[in-house]
């Protein structure tokens, strides 16, 4: 029972390199998201896909792309990063729209990646 | 722009003591509403899922209680245990439907409880 799976755990990477972050459910969930945390913001919505094949903006999108390559996955990209954003990155995900289960919006988390960027 | 409160940001009660934890948000139009725990350098656990129709949930010795109208949430624990010991997130749902399932978090309560 993986649940929502993130990889890399840790990085480090200097001003103006990429990265993609990784993300995979085994849940069979429509809905997928990023997030990040932040120590005195809290976390905030980076981007979302409501479905296979859709992705919208959340509150703190700038930097940042999304793909959503199938169902079970959903990555993240910092085309050349900055410091600003070092932060703890989470992955979730979640059953959203199953007809008559209440339930569907709880969304289950990753362990998160930690990035620095110096 | 919903903006999502916690108070207190931190706080430490002796073990068997219940906990209160209050969560306040601005906008009523939520579609639900969803505590969380996380626990240092870890990802988020769901703890309790209210609904907007819902006034409270319970799961064994958590209980949620929701005033959609004041916008407060306030989830109680009762007879706290050191395994209580974490960081407590409030966060609402600003979809309108099943589908649309986007969550504001307040920044957490951080409970110690001591043995």
């Known amino acids: 029972n993986a649940g929502v799976t993130q990889t890399p755990k840790f990085q480090v990477l200097k001003t103006g390199q990429s990265m993609t972050l990784q993300c995979a459910q085994d849940?069979?969930?429509?809905?997928m998201y990023w997030y990040r945390q932040d120590p005195g913001m809290g976390l905030r919505l980076i981007y979302y896909?409501?479905?296979?094949?859709?992705?919208d903006k959340g509150e703190v999108p700038n930097g940042y792309n999304v793909s959503r390559l199938n169902k079970r996955e959903f990555s993240l990209r910092l085309e050349s990063a900055a410091p600003s954003q070092t932060s703890v990155y989470f992955c979730?995900?979640?059953?959203?729209?199953?007809?008559?289960?209440?339930?569907?919006?709880?969304?289950?988390f990753g362990a998160g990646t930690r990035l620095s960027v110096l | 722009k919903q903006e999502v409160t916690q108070i207190p940001a931190a706080l430490s009660v002796p073990e068997g003591e219940n906990l209160v934890l209050n969560c306040s948000f601005t906008?009523?139009?939520?579609?639900?509403l969803q505590w969380f725990r996380q626990d240092p350098g870890k990802g988020l656990t769901s703890l309790l899922l209210?609904?907007?129709?819902?006034r409270e949930q319970t799961s064994g010795r958590l209980n949620a209680s929701l005033d959609k109208s004041s916008g407060r949430s306030t989830l109680y624990i009762a007879a706290s245990q050191p395994g209580d010991s974490a960081t407590y997130l409030c966060?609402?749902?600003?979809?309108?439907?099943?589908?649309?399932?986007?969550?504001?978090f307040g920044k957490g309560n951080q409970v110690v409880v001591i043995p």
């Open positions: 896909s409501a479905s296979e094949g859709t992705t």
């Open positions: 906008d009523s139009a939520i579609y639900n």
């Open positions: 209210i609904q907007s129709s819902q």
């Open positions: 849940m069979n969930h429509n809905s």
């Open positions: 979730a995900s979640s059953a959203s729209g199953t007809s008559g289960y209440l339930g569907g919006n709880i969304q289950y």
């Open positions: 966060a609402v749902n600003l979809g309108k439907s099943r589908w649309n399932n986007r969550l504001a």
